[in-house]
């Protein structure tokens, strides 16, 4: 789920979204059928602070019936060309922000066909300057954009060949689905401990599962018995609430994640960031400046790793890096400091918000 910046009007998914999330008021109402506080059970670490990323996307959302091109990529690219112009982009998001790990998208179209070799530049050349990678399976567009695997036919050769290259790279973890909103809580976690099995050769430290819905909750997965010792993925969004308090918005995000802190990483959040908000000034009568403060507080209390939607996205509002450079040298400019530097705090570094 995200902020599509070039329509005015919300999208049926999007409204989709915001009558999933209404169950969770701001006064942290518990989420429908999920318990606010879920037992976690083996736990891959003590925190998950080591994930301090972004996510590289697509200016289509990540969600096509056809190749996936990253912002600055080519589909035309050689393997060659995509790691040299990855190389860059992974070098500067380490410059510019900070960041050790960086969430890709992967679909059949991609994986299943000859421009795999060439995508595989990507994941190289991050897991390469010591990246962290979370490649993620997204759905198409249309009417495949209902929150279901598109395909099996096409979905589990896809993994067969993503975990068969990367099963050994330790830098690389593999999320079975992104916001998998048409199941329920019970068959999104019955398809996530099917991959778990499928792929029981992968360690389960290098797997994070989606939270139910549109990532929006984990205490479901946490809770299940058979998804222990993964990592758990969730997602939160400061559009979600046309206003809240910043009190309002850390009790939403507390109650998504119950006990299970210790096993999260948000791998998506966001919020405008080339519309000049000043993220580092409290302004209590801002939505987005309370969320903003809110999140990254609460991630940096809860020692929880944070991936910010999106690192770049071209041509999206909310995205905390621009492209510079040459089509063939590519390098990333800061869209908001403010924001980069909360960014920042979240991961254990700089400063608190100014009184």
Not at 67 to 72: A, P, R
Not at 78 to 89: E, V
Not at 297 to 322: A, C, H, I, N
Request: hydrophobic fraction near 35%; aromatic fraction near 12%.
């Amino acid at each position: 789920m995200r902020k599509t910046p070039t329509r005015a009007s919300r999208t049926p998914r999007l409204r989709a979204a915001l009558v999933a999330v209404a169950v969770a008021a701001v006064t942290g109402t518990t989420l429908a059928g999920s318990p606010a506080v879920a037992s976690s059970g083996a736990a891959p670490t003590t925190d998950t602070t080591q994930f301090k990323g972004v996510n590289w996307a697509d200016p289509r959302d990540n969600f096509a019936d056809d190749l996936l091109q990253l912002s600055g990529l080519s589909t035309t690219d050689t393997y060659r060309q995509t790691y040299a112009k990855a190389t860059r982009i992974i070098a500067a998001f380490r410059a510019n922000l900070g960041a050790n790990t960086v969430r890709l998208p992967i679909n059949p179209y991609t994986v299943n066909g000859a421009y795999w070799k060439s995508y595989r530049g990507v994941i190289d050349a991050a897991s390469d300057q010591g990246f962290k990678v979370i490649v993620s399976y997204w759905e198409g567009t249309g009417a495949q954009k209902d929150g279901y695997i598109d395909d099996t036919a096409t979905y589990w050769p896809m993994w067969d060949t993503v975990v068969k290259a990367y099963k050994n790279d330790k830098r690389v973890y593999f999320e079975p689905m992104n916001e998998p909103h048409g199941y329920t809580d019970t068959e999104w976690a019955d398809i996530a401990a099917k991959w778990l099995s499928t792929y029981s050769k992968v360690p389960r430290n290098r797997v994070f599962v989606s939270g139910a819905g549109y990532n929006d909750h984990v205490t479901s997965v946490c809770a299940d018995p058979r998804l222990k010792g993964t990592y758990l993925s969730l997602h939160h969004y400061g559009f979600w609430k046309e206003y809240a308090t910043y009190d309002q918005w850390m009790a939403d995000l507390k109650v998504r994640i119950g006990d299970c802190a210790n096993r999260t990483v948000a791998d998506e959040f966001g919020a405008p960031m080339t519309t000049g908000l000043n993220y580092n000034v409290k302004t209590p009568d801002d939505n987005f400046v309370n969320y903003v403060q809110a999140v990254t507080d609460t991630f940096r209390e809860l020692k929880m790793g944070s991936v910010y939607w999106p690192g770049l996205r071209t041509d999206d509002t909310y995205s905390v890096q621009t492209l510079t450079g040459t089509t063939a040298r590519p390098w990333l400019a800061t869209t908001n400091q403010s924001g980069a530097d909360r960014l920042a705090w979240a991961w254990g570094r700089g400063k608190p918000v100014k009184g």
